[in-house]
T-cell receptor
Framework: GQQLNQSPQSMFIQEGEDVSMNCTSS?????WLWYKQDPGEGPVLLIA?????ELTSNGRLTAQFGITRKDSFLNISASIPSDVGIYFC?????????????FGKGTHLIIQP | DAMVIQNPRYQVTQFGKPVTLSCSQT?????MYWYQQKSSQAPKLLFH???????NEADTPDNFQSRRPNTSFCFLDIRSPGLGDAAMYLC????????????FGSGTRLTVV
């Protein structure tokens, strides 16, 4: 099946630093989504990207949908303690709706005091 | 608030004893998904219902079944849980084609003893 390669696997940063993570795929996805998951909770949608080349921001978060439709990145600026968690990229093959999401393996963000 | 609710949050079952996990939604979404997420791994799609139509992923074991008696409820049945089935099970919903607004429940953590 399709796989998303997400990196880095984990990040140890200082509060206030910027963060960057990315996902790549060997096949095309028509939609890229970025989720954050806290321990014991379900994933929460951060940003959704629908068009190749699209750059979208949500507060301190910025994500881009790669031109080739095979990659996406997520940046977090000026990290704060509540940013700690696992970040997943997810892609969807079809133009919307019923097809399920393919998830990356996650980036575990740890903020050191 | 409209939401996706999973019960119970934590479930302990015996090896080989059938167990049912439930998901309900007040969003009136017509697509409901079940994902399995093992520790430190990405969520993996098991199957989904588009309205009453059941769609199984090719690699989902026969041990996993699902029922959707109405729009609001969807159940995950594990007929004979093995130790390898211990995981977080996530339910997600979406309105349908052309809409990417997936909403995840908080998950059910299944322990097999």
């Amino acid at each position: 099946g399709q796989q998303l390669n997400q990196s880095p696997q984990s990040m140890f940063i200082q509060e206030g630093e910027d963060v960057s993570m990315n996902c790549t795929s060997s096949s095309i996805f028509n939609t890229w989504l970025w989720y954050k998951q806290d321990p014991g909770e379900g994933p929460v949608l951060l940003i959704a990207l629908y068009k190749a080349g699209e750059l979208t921001s949500n507060g301190r978060l910025t994500a881009q949908f790669g031109i080739t439709r095979k990659d996406s990145f997520l940046n977090i600026s000026a990290s704060i303690p509540s940013d700690v968690g696992i970040y997943f990229c997810a892609g969807q093959r079809s133009g919307g709706g019923a097809d399920g999401l393919t998830f990356g393996k996650g980036t575990h963000l740890i903020i050191q005091p | 608030d409209a939401m996706v609710i999973q019960n119970p949050r934590y479930q302990v079952t015996q090896f080989g004893k059938p167990v049912t996990l439930s998901c309900s939604q007040t969003l009136n979404h017509n697509v409901m998904y079940w994902y399995q997420q093992k520790s430190s791994q990405a969520p993996k799609l098991l199957f989904h219902y588009y309205d009453k139509d059941f769609n199984n992923e090719a690699d989902t074991p026969d041990n996993f079944q699902s029922r959707r008696p109405n729009t609001s409820f969807c159940f995950l049945d594990i007929r004979s849980p093995g130790l390898g089935d211990a995981a977080m099970y996530l339910c997600a919903t979406v309105r349908g084609r052309g809409n990417f607004g997936y909403t995840f429940g908080s998950g059910t953590r299944l322990t097999v003893v």
